[in-house]
């Protein structure tokens, strides 16, 4: 059934609707066959007052569950968006919790068409949530868990989506992941996405906000600060709050220095979707394969360590 979320998404000019999902989308100046799909990081859309110069499908996932909720329905309505409207190239963007929401459906979405070619950037996006990644101390994650124990459907999802580590072992998908190199935390998650067509794209500092430092491109100091403090009084994103650095000046001046190097986030989205997959190799399937079995390894050694835990 439609219903209200239909009739929701329908007001929004995107006509697609996915209970619990909400969407909205801006249509570029200039004429493009292009598609950003941004997923939000908190309940309201992410970067909505950006001009990407092309199509934008804003995704906003009001109960923060990282976009794990009937992740399938929503990879395969994006996907008949996508068709329906006759776009050529599609990238899929998110921060944090948004990042993790881009990986994974960007991977439903290339499992589906796999002759079709399909992009994503992930800005410090969090990579492994099932099994239980000790790692991760954001406050969502933790009442992602509570709520997944609670409920049945939601922990189905969790098991089959929450892990996009393997996400570059998807042949017909692009990926840059943007991390932090003092962020030890971001660095270790991006770590765990590799594959040839994978890229990781490490900018100055720690803070976990990394789009800024692309956002932020040609802005001097002052609208630096502006722009990071409009993001955080406007975000209902507790984590975004909770990783906000102490001092502020800080942050300001690191994104500063680096958004004089970096290029803005536009000029960014159009070199990877410049890209295209490289050929799987035996080499590259025989790493793939050995990340794999390791990755097995290091999550059958936590469940044990768990386990142990819980009997001491």
């Known amino acids: 059934m439609r219903g209200k979320w ?32 941004a997923f939000s990081s908190g309940r309201r859309f992410a ?21 794990l909720k009937e992740a399938d329905g929503l990879a395969r309505e994006i996907l008949r968006f996508v068709e329906r409207e006759g776009y050529e190239r599609v990238i899929f963007a998110g921060s944090s919790k948004g990042g993790f929401g881009a990986l994974a459906v960007a991977r439903l979405c290339a499992r ?44 189905r999802d969790l098991r089959r989506h929450g892990d996009v580590s393997n996400v570059g072992a998807q042949p017909n998908l692009v990926v840059e992941i943007v991390c932090a190199r003092d962020s030890a ?9 590799a594959g040839p067509n994978v890229s990781h794209r490490v900018v100055a500092g720690a803070t976990h906000g990394t789009a800024f430092h692309f956002m932020c491109h040609g802005m001097d100091r002052a609208e630096i600060r502006e722009r990071i403090l409009r993001a955080y009084r406007r975000s209902g994103d507790a984590d975004l709050r909770q990783t906000r650095p102490s001092d502020l000046r800080a942050m300001v001046e690191e994104v500063a220095r680096s958004a004089v190097k970096e290029p803005s986030l536009n000029n960014l989205f159009e070199d990877v979707l ?23 390894l290091a999550v059958s050694a936590e469940k044990t360590r768990s386990l142990a835990l819980g009997q001491s």
């Not at 999902?21 to 100046?29: C, D, P, Q, W």
């Not at 970067?47 to 976009?67: I, K, T």
């Not at 410090?124 to 000790?134: D, I, K, M, T, Y």
């Not at 035996?282 to 794999?292: E, Q, T």
């Open 6 to 37: 239909f009739e929701k998404a329908k007001a929004s000019g995107a006509e697609i609707a996915v209970e619990g999902y909400e969407f909205a989308l801006k249509r570029g100046e200039r004429t493009s066959r292009d598609l950003v799909v």
């Open 47 to 67: 970067l909505y007052r950006h001009d990407f110069g092309r199509d934008a499908l804003y995704v906003a996932d009001p109960q923060l569950c990282y976009f």
């Open 112 to 155: 589906r068409r796999p002759a079709r070619t399909f992009h994503a950037v992930a800005f410090s996006p969090q990579v492994r949530l099932f099994p239980h990644n000790p790692a991760l101390y954001f406050s969502s994650y933790r009442r992602l868990e509570r709520r997944a124990s609670a409920r049945p459907g939601l922990m």
């Open 185 to 193: 935390i971001d660095r270790a998650e991006a770590r765990r996405v």
């Open 274 to 296: 410049s890209r295209r997959p490289a050929p799987t190799t035996r080499r590259g399937r025989l790493l793939a394969s050995a990340r794999r079995w390791l990755d097995a």
